[in-house]
């Protein structure tokens, strides 16, 4: 079973994913570079580990957080014994938990992913499932964070656009490049500057738009994961926080997939991907 060593088919050095997402065009220098690899970089950087008590005879055909799930269900009605034979197998109990909606006990495994080329908006928006813990990149105390803009793909599609949306980008990131010249300066003469120096680039990048690209290390139990991807996997959301709920979903359902066995994904017409399952809603 796949460990905390999992990653997606895009990490540094490597191809990138081909779940389509959003470009990221780098504004760096005074010409914007082509748009990088599309879709978000996704890495499975953390998993849970069950350890079953010694005094306690408990055998269960799966490891980590699967096997954590079970062994708290059965603890609620000390059915180690197992004596229904429909749900003798993780998959059998984990499918039943699943149907009766006991899904309490998926909360005690959890699952940390670390993510890269997604943009501020989705982050913004992973902040909204207030069951995540994210921790984001700091353009205080990371000098040159932010600076490349993850090109929405609806944007990237249509030239007109695209040439509209990097020369906005590229405005904003000289008035970024000017405000913190301006800044620094003025911070040479303060009594701590170092101090000076963080406030400068974090206030300088307040110019910066949604689209900045930024990286952040998120964890969330099986349950807050299983509404994320429910709730982003689908047709009707953004391209780009829907790229990362299916490439998500497909790590998880290596990791864990008599979690997410209800889960399908599913090609839409114009090349990329949702997930959805009959067992979670959007709400």
Same mark, same amino acid.
């Given at each position: 079973?796949?460990?905390?060593? %999992? ?14 997402? !959003? ?5 760096? !220098? ?12 996704? *890495? ?15 055998? *269960?055909?799966?490891?980590?957080? $699967? ?6 269900? /059965?603890?609620?009605? $000390? ?7 429909? *749900? ?5 109990? #984990?499918?039943? @938990? #699943?149907?009766? !909606?006991? &899904?309490?006990? #998926? ?10 080329? @997604? ?6 928006? &992973? ?14 105390? %990371?000098?040159?964070? !932010? ?19 990097? +020369?906005?980008?590229?405005?904003? +990131? ?6 913190? /010249? ?12 170092? &101090? ?11 110019? #910066?738009?949604? +689209? ?26 953004? %391209?780009? @926080? ?32 949702? +997930? ?8």
């Amino acid at each position: 079973m796949p460990g905390p060593d %999992v990653a997606s088919t895009a990490t540094d050095g490597a191809t990138a994913p081909s779940v389509p997402g !959003g470009a990221v065009a780098d504004q760096r !220098g005074s010409a914007l570079a082509a748009p990088a690899p599309t879709g978000p970089w996704v *890495t499975l950087v953390g998993v849970t580990r069950f350890v079953p008590p010694a005094d306690l005879e408990f055998d *269960t055909d799966a490891e980590g957080g $699967q096997a954590l799930a079970e062994f708290a269900g /059965r603890a609620c009605y $000390q059915s180690f014994d197992k004596p229904v034979a429909a *749900t003798a197998s993780n998959a059998g109990y #984990l499918a039943h @938990i #699943l149907q009766v !909606g006991h &899904l309490s006990v #998926l909360e005690h495994a959890s699952a940390t992913f670390y993510l890269r080329r @997604i943009s501020r908006g989705v982050t913004h928006e &992973l902040l909204r499932h207030r069951h995540l813990s994210v921790s984001e990149l700091s353009p205080r105390y %990371v000098p040159d964070a !932010g600076l490349p803009a993850v090109v929405p793909p609806a944007v990237a599609a249509e030239g007109v656009a695209s040439e509209d949306f990097r +020369a906005a980008t590229e405005l904003a +990131a000289q008035a970024q490049r000017r405000l913190l /010249r301006t800044l620094q300066e003025r911070a040479v003469d303060a009594p701590d500057g170092t &101090l000076a120096r963080k406030q400068a680039r974090q206030a300088a990048q307040a110019v #910066l738009p949604a +689209a900045t690209e930024t990286a952040a290390v998120v964890t969330g139990n099986l349950r807050a994961w299983r509404h994320f991807v429910g709730m982003r996997g689908t047709d009707s959301v953004d %391209v780009e @926080i829907r790229s990362l709920a299916v490439r998500i979903l497909e790590l998880l359902r290596a990791e864990a997939p008599n979690v997410f066995a209800d889960f399908r994904i599913s090609s839409l017409l114009d090349g990329t991907t949702m +997930a959805a399952s009959p067992l979670v809603g959007e709400g």
